[in-house]
């Protein structure tokens, strides 16, 4: 009896591209102040463009300092207002931003996809609904805030700044916006540079909320515009996500005030694969933790430290799964990795990954054809990596992956901690206590056991070291938005 072997058939997958019809953007964004979208006092349009085709997709207002303090008094004159309103109306309004997010939801995934690059199947299963999820858990919160600080008795700030990176746009926005108005505040945001257009399409949605005038107001801008919020008088918070270097630069703009401050910041995070771990599995969430969204994503794992004892087998996995990764345009719902978010961003990461190459680590880039226009950067494997190399110890932001390897327990903790960042970890076995162990020794703030970057609104987020301090999501998430008052 003569069996067929087929070989011959390649399997593919046909273009399933995201339809743009049904997505209406304005030629033109004003800043959103007030509870509408108002003219720049100095009039700055800044085109906002797709990182895919390096087309324009909406001209956007940038503000300036005097638009900063426009929106400082309209947040302030809306707060006490807002924080009196009884704990369950406050939540209806979050309920009810929460329910628009997701009856646009096809709309903002593809308006994010457009904007920043990543992949629409991420947008749409990740990005989107978390934002929602994050303004449902906090509308849950409205009226249990006191449970959620000890018990005690509370109070909101007041008027708080928060300043978003370009990597999740509406879900930092949502990280950021639904705690803050949960407790009272009135919120001032400004998103990134290269990726305004979901916060604006969130303006409309709390106009749409009638979320009353002042409470929410959206300021595009670039780090002018941050600057500008931080050292504006009449704020009462901080809160950042973004750079280390920026994050130090407002500690030191706020040093000496009363103004209050959390920072998440970067990040160098360990991925660790135990000998005893299901490879297989491991490589998938090596893969998710470091190509996901093309690596734009602060606690990335892109240091993979391996036990030596299966070094070799785990790259060879890894490296063949990396074959399979298909680069390319956003809107494939096939893609899995889409462009880079801009210009610069792709210079620092050639700039990097040169590095690794010349302090003598061996890359391995994938063979991919990419079109022609547009920001792109293959899914990329270094091997031979040293712990002094600076593609061991910089964050790259990019589809990167340096590997390490260690021969013990100790030595894996010992390389994990080696980082000036702490913000997040992997842990690949199938020894329960061993996971426990490790977790309790590794200095990040979130740890993965055999999954990574799994996010949830009821988990807390942030960092240690230069990663930052305070906490984004959960009951933890409240705390830097409120203050004890007995
Ligand atoms: P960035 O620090 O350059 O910019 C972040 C935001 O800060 C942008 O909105 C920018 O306009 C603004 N900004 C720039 N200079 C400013 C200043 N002097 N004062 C006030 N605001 C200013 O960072 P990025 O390149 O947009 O984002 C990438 C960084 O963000 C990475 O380091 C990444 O690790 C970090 N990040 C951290 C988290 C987290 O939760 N820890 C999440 C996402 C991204």
Redesign the pocket.
């Known amino acids: 009896m003569s069996t067929e072997t087929r070989t011959s058939i390649v399997w593919d997958y046909a273009p399933a591209p995201e339809s743009t019809d049904h997505v209406r953007l304005a030629a033109r964004y004003g800043l959103f102040i007030d509870g509408d979208f108002r003219e720049p006092a100095a009039p700055r349009y800044e085109a906002s463009v797709n990182p895919a085709t390096e087309e324009p997709l909406a001209e956007v207002a940038w503000a300036g300092a005097e638009d900063v303090a426009r929106a400082v008094d309209a947040a302030r004159a809306a707060q006490p207002k807002w924080a009196a309103l009884p704990e369950l109306e406050r939540a209806k309004y979050l309920f009810r931003i929460a329910r628009l997010i997701q009856e646009r939801a096809r709309e903002l995934a593809v308006v994010e996809t457009l904007d920043g690059g990543k992949p629409v199947r991420e947008s749409r299963d990740v990005d989107i609904p978390l934002a929602a999820a994050h303004f449902f858990h906090y509308a849950g919160w409205a009226d249990k805030l006191r449970y959620g600080v000890n018990a005690r008795e509370v109070a909101p700030l007041g008027v708080v700044g928060q ?6 746009p509406l879900l ?1 926005a949502a990280w950021k916006l639904a705690p803050a108005l949960a407790c009272g505040n009135t919120a001032i945001l ?4 290269t990726t305004p257009l979901t916060a604006l399409l969130l303006a409309e949605i709390c106009r749409e909320a009638e979320l009353p005038p002042g409470v929410v107001s959206i300021l595009p ?3 002018e ?3 500008a ?2 050292r504006a008088p009449g704020i009462d918070k901080i809160a ?7 994050g130090r ?2 500690q030191a703009a706020l040093a000496g005030r009363p103004v209050k401050l959390t920072l ?4 160098k995070s360990a991925n660790i694969v135990f000998e005893d771990a299901a490879l297989d599995q491991a490589v998938e969430g090596i893969v998710n933790g470091i190509f996901f969204n093309q690596g734009h994503v ?2 990335a794992g892109s240091r993979l430290l391996v036990q030596e004892s299966v070094l070799d087998e785990a790259v060879a996995r890894l490296w063949r799964r990396m074959g399979r990764l298909r680069v390319g345009d956003p809107l494939d719902k096939n893609t899995d990795v889409g462009a880079i978010n801009s210009a610069e961003q792709l210079q620092r990461i050639e700039a990097l990954v040169a590095a690794g190459e010349s302090e003598g680590a061996q890359r391995r880039t994938i063979a991919c054809e990419v079109p022609e226009r547009g920001y792109w950067f293959a899914p990329t494997l270094f091997t031979d990596v040293s712990p002094a190399h600076r593609i061991a110890v910089e ?1 790259i ?1 990019g589809p990167v992956v340096s590997v390490l390897s260690f021969r013990t327990q100790a030595e894996a903790i010992e390389k994990a901690n080696n980082s000036r960042y702490g ?1 997040a970890a992997g842990i690949w076995t199938d020894k329960g206590a061993k996971a426990f162990e490790v977790a309790a020794a590794l200095r990040a703030g979130v740890v993965w056991q055999n999954t990574y970057n799994h996010f949830d609104p009821t988990a807390a ?1 942030g ?1 240690y070291k230069e ?2 301090f305070g906490r984004e999501g959960g009951p933890a998430g409240l705390r830097p938005y409120l203050q004890v008052v007995r």
């Not at 400004?190 to 540079?193: D, Y």
């Not at 998440?264 to 990040?267: A, D, I, V």
């Open positions: 300043i978003v990176p370009w990597n999740f930092m400004k998103p990134a540079e801008g670039d780090g515009t941050g600057a919020l931080v950042f996500t973004g750079s280390t270097a920026v630069d407002i998440e910041l970067g990040g602060c606690c964050e932001f913000l987020f960092g990663s930052g």
